[in-house]
């Protein structure tokens, strides 16, 4: 009897060693697969704010010239509900694991692609045709990334630190931006002007397919969480789980779309219209604006994580409010000190700035994650999700650029920040707080329904 005790006792051990290796694994894998998708991504919002405009929009004014290439960077924000529903069908279908490969594919590639493609000047007007549809491809790509990489990491860890493991997908947006634009500032720096406007700012691009290399290798290592796998088992799976979150779920899907927007709309203006603005106002070198950027991105870094674990200890509303709150509040001292500040009171501005984003984006995660049903997750989170950037953070920098042509001051820009600010905070008010319920099991949800019906 007490060989078979100590049998058992192994058993369990083993299992619970195996347990933690995966939720190890889900986690880094969340983390990496993120992190090269996004550095993909800010290659791009880089680029559009340095580098396209001239390369393929050469016979645009100054101010039109921004505006095209701010136009094709909102393209591939319009894109992301795209891939949340093609996605966001197929992870609820067949799994996480296997939809996760494929977008981090087509990421990877649609990058590689606008690395070696030629300017207007070697092939006219295909030349920003093409930038689109690869443009689109990294949009419906990033639409079906998110929601994923948050569910591989918070379905297979300890229920009671959602808000810290979902938090992992989301340290892939400060890693992505410190290692594009750092990227980016590295070479601006070592490169002269002709250099890295002619063929420097490529390299990034290329790089990313070394990155996706490593990317497939984790993933691929990484088992099936144990929540969508329960569901596989009892033959739960939707046959439509986009068609039946809208259905069932419309309301946390709006929701979680405009609590984005104190979230996405500033964070899109701080690392990627500020390029412009500052540069343009004060007559600073691209690299100085980098710099501080970058600096931002190392310090959320850090916040995100912490935050997010905070979130779990304190509840999700509560620590994202304080963010969305924060937002509203510095969005006038912010651009006032970006229009009349010295270098070096701009530069901790930058920095700053990313503070009350951490504040959100940590959170967010489980915030949203949490309000769907486990053979909805997918599709439902990511659907409201990517809604915002449609509204939110697409439409950005455009618009900051139309707002200081019309009418002047950068302070009808904060205007705007403060009208998101509010927004969130009325979508969050409204969202009912999961922090600490059970997500395991789908059968509250059901019952639900049942009544509903």
């Not at 310090?299 to 994580?305: G, H, N, Q, R, S």
């Not at 959170?363 to 049903?373: K, T, Y």
């Not at 042509?405 to 705007?416: F, L, Q």
Request: charged share 10%; with cysteine; proline share 4%.
């Amino acid at each position: 009897m007490v060989l078979g005790r100590n049998e058992a006792d192994n058993v369990l051990q083993e299992q619970g060693r195996q347990q933690r290796k995966q939720v190890r694994r889900a986690a880094v894998a969340s983390a990496i697969g993120t992190t090269i998708e996004w550095y993909d991504f800010f290659l791009y919002n880089t680029a559009a704010a340095l580098i396209f405009p001239h390369l393929f929009f050469p016979a645009s004014s100054s101010y039109a010239g921004a505006m095209q290439s701010f136009a094709t960077y909102a393209v591939g924000f319009a894109a992301r509900p795209v891939g949340a529903a093609i996605f966001g069908h197929w992870g609820d279908r067949i799994g996480r694991k296997a939809t996760l490969i494929v977008t981090l594919l087509m990421m990877g590639i649609a990058s590689g692609l606008v690395g070696v493609l030629p300017g207007a000047a070697t092939i006219g007007i295909a030349a920003p045709l093409l930038l689109v549809a690869l443009r689109l491809i990294q949009g419906i790509a990033i639409g079906g990334e998110w929601s994923g990489s948050v569910l591989l990491a918070m379905e297979w860890g300890n229920q009671r630190k959602r808000g810290l493991l979902g938090s992992f997908a989301q340290i892939g947006v400060p890693v992505g931006l410190v290692l594009g634009t750092g990227g980016m500032t590295l070479l601006s720096a070592v490169l002269s002007d002709a250099s890295f406007s002619s063929w420097g700012w490529r390299i990034p691009f290329l790089a990313s397919l070394v990155l996706v290399a490593v990317g497939l290798v984790i993933r691929l290592r990484i088992l099936e969480t144990p929540m969508f796998a329960k569901i596989v088992a009892q033959q739960r799976t939707s046959r439509s789980p986009v068609s039946d979150a809208i259905k069932h779920h419309w309301r946390e899907i709006l929701l979680s779309a405009g609590l984005r927007f104190s979230e996405q709309m500033p964070f899109y203006l701080y690392t990627s219209y500020v390029l412009v603005y500052v540069v343009a106002q004060h007559h600073y070198s691209k690299t100085f604006v980098l710099n501080a950027v970058l600096l931002g991105a190392a310090l959320e870094l850090a916040l995100i994580l912490w935050f997010s674990q905070l979130s779990d200890q304190l509840g999700r509303k509560r620590v994202y409010l304080t963010g969305a709150v924060l937002t509203g509040v510095l969005a006038f001292p912010y651009f006032a000190i970006l229009k009349n500040g010295g270098m070096v009171i701009i530069f901790i501005a930058i920095v700053v700035a990313m503070i009350p984003h951490a504040m959100q984006y940590g959170p967010q995660a489980a915030l949203i994650g949490e309000s769907f049903p486990t053979h909805l997750r997918y599709g439902g989170a990511g659907l409201g999700y990517q809604l915002a950037s449609v509204f939110a953070g697409g439409p950005a920098p455009l618009l900051a650029t139309w707002l200081l042509h019309v009418t002047g001051t950068p302070y009808s820009i904060s205007a705007y920040v403060v009208f998101s600010a509010a927004v969130t905070i009325v979508c969050v008010a409204l969202l009912k707080d999961r922090s600490r319920a059970d997500i395991s099991d789908d059968t509250v949800y059901l019952r639900a329904r049942s009544v509903a019906r």
